[in-house]
């Protein structure tokens, strides 16, 4: 898979967290899981309802201010763009020396409505980092209010509110501090994803039998490596797609 072992602009705003830590851990963690292919996949609801949805949000962006769709038909997905050896970004749509944008789907009404009043850390970092894999100085938001669609629905109806009621674009300018910020971070916690990655890549692999068996009757308790791995010096296990110590 592309962008293994680097940061996407989706994720960075998790790595710039301050306090213990904890979160910006779990996402090295989640990009480690990712390199031995055992990132688990978790899709809610409202992030098949942004999937689906994306594509007409941005159709509403790029009348709006021009640009095109993001998406490279010889490789078939979103084209990726390095910021460094650290970090890549995929916008949602860009015009080529001017912007980069987008889409956010929102689920509810009233996340539409907070999300147009003010922009989430995470969206604001993640099209900061946009605007340097692309070297442009402007990114367009676009939040895009539809009403989700219910399995087994069929009588689904839009909201009785027009186009233009439900979707608002932000306009974010280069924050060249931010950008000095995911930068600098990037660069200082690159090499804790190989940490976490070697251990995983020399898992001794259990069977379910030994699994069981091991907890059962021989009075071993396997602790999950995503609470340890940082100072971990101990044997790390894997059964199925999880990784283990025995402490």
């Known amino acids: ?59 509403v962006l790029i009348a709006k201010k021009g640009g095109q769709h993001n998406f490279d038909f010889e490789i078939g997905k979103q084209k990726s763009f390095k910021v460094n050896d650290y970090i890549t970004a995929t916008p949602d749509a860009y015009e080529e020396n001017e912007w980069t944008g987008e889409s956010k789907c929102q689920y509810t009404i009233k996340t539409f409505i907070e999300q147009n009043e003010k922009i989430k850390k995470a969206y604001n970092y993640q099209i900061q980092t946009q605007m340097m894999a692309l070297n442009v100085n402007k990114g367009y938001l676009i939040n895009f209010l539809t009403k989700p669609e219910k399995f087994g629905q069929d009588n689904w109806t839009e909201y009785p509110f027009t186009l233009d009621e439900r979707h608002h674009i932000h306009e974010i300018e280069k924050d060249e501090v931010i950008c000095e910020e995911i930068l600098t971070k990037a660069e200082k916690y690159h090499p804790m994803i190989n940490l976490a990655y070697e251990q995983m890549a020399n898992a001794n692999i259990l069977d379910e039998m030994g699994f069981f068996y091991n907890q059962l009757k021989n009075g071993i308790y396997y602790k999950p490596l995503k609470e340890w791995w940082v100072n971990n010096q101990s044997e790390v296990f894997r059964f199925d797609n999880e990784f283990y110590i025995i402490r």
Not at 17 to 35: D, H, K, Q, V
Not at 48 to 55: D, F, L, Q, T, V
């Open 1 to 59: 898979m592309e962008n293994k072992g680097v940061f996407s602009e989706s994720g960075i705003s998790r790595l710039c967290t301050e306090g213990a830590g904890t979160t910006r851990l779990s996402y090295i963690y989640e990009i480690a899981l990712n390199l031995v292919d055992c990132k688990p996949d978790i899709t809610t609801q409202a992030m098949y309802h942004g999937i689906n949805n994306e594509s007409n949000a941005l159709d």
